[in-house]
T-cell receptor, first 113, second 113 residues
Framework: QQQVKQSPQSLIVQKGGISIINCAYE??????FPWYQQFPGKGPALLIA?????SEKKEGRFTISFNKSAKQFSLHIMDSQPGDSATYFC????????????FGSGTKLNVKP | DGGITQSPKYLFRKEGQNVTLSCEQN?????MYWYRQDPGQGLRLIYY???????QKGDIAEGYSVSREKKESFPLTVTSAQKNPTAFYLC????????????FGEGSWLTVV
């Protein structure tokens, strides 16, 4: 059973546009929701993360929107740039069991110049 | 600089051969993980270890083995029992003091020849 479902699988956006990636989860015990960015041949790196006590978190051009009742969260990349082209993973974990992370299947973003 | 070092970056394995991937971290993290990533897919957990001399199977442990004799080191052996080992392998670490952030190494490519 997939704990975190991510969509779309791939995304093409024009430079300057908004990229939106969505994730949904089932387990209401999850209380930490990070997003990771991965460039080809590299390990994923933490981009931004949110806890369920807030509905939105913004860091520069990256924003996480969180809907606790719908059990969904999304990543918005404003003013998308070609350098943002990468694979993005959402994830979820529980604070009392921080050793288990559940990752989405990833979204490959291509920002066209 | 603190981080996770994986070696080798590229490894070729002959049929029936065991190979070992190295993972060393100097972040003083308690928990370490091994993930497998197939092209265009998400991360699947192979093994994880919360403390020295203790480790647990993840979702796809068959055909793999690990050891945790030192806090800094968590090597992964891909045995001949693993029928489809060609993949990108990622080592990661975390602890409660890192605020649930999981840090990844640069990955190792394993190809069966």
């Amino acid at each position: 059973q997939q704990q975190v479902k991510q969509s779309p699988q791939s995304l093409i956006v024009q430079k300057g546009g908004i990229s939106i990636i969505n994730c949904a989860y089932e387990n209401t015990a999850f209380d930490y929701f990070p997003w990771y960015q991965q460039f080809p041949g590299k390990g994923p790196a933490l981009l931004i993360a949110i806890r369920p006590d807030v509905s939105e978190k913004k860091e520069g051009r990256f924003t996480i929107s969180f809907n606790k009742s719908a059990k969904q969260f999304s990543l918005h990349i404003m003013d998308s740039q070609p350098g943002d082209s990468a694979t993005y993973f959402c994830a979820a974990s529980m604070e009392y069991n921080f050793n288990k992370f559940y990752f989405g299947s990833g979204t490959k973003l291509n920002v066209k110049p | 600089d603190g981080g996770i070092t994986q070696s080798p970056k590229y490894l070729f394995r002959k049929e029936g051969q065991n190979v070992t991937l190295s993972c060393e971290q100097n972040l003083n993290h308690d928990a370490m993980y091994w993930y497998r990533q197939d092209p265009g897919q998400g991360l699947r957990l192979i093994y994880y270890s919360q403390i020295v001399n203790d480790f647990q199977k993840g979702d796809i442990a068959e055909g793999y083995s690990v050891s945790r004799e030192k806090k800094e080191s968590f090597p992964l052996t891909v045995t001949s029992a693993q029928k489809n080992p060609t993949a990108f392998y990622l080592c990661a670490s975390t602890n409660s003091r890192s605020g649930n952030t999981i840090y990844f190494g640069e990955g190792s490519w394993l190809t069966v020849v």
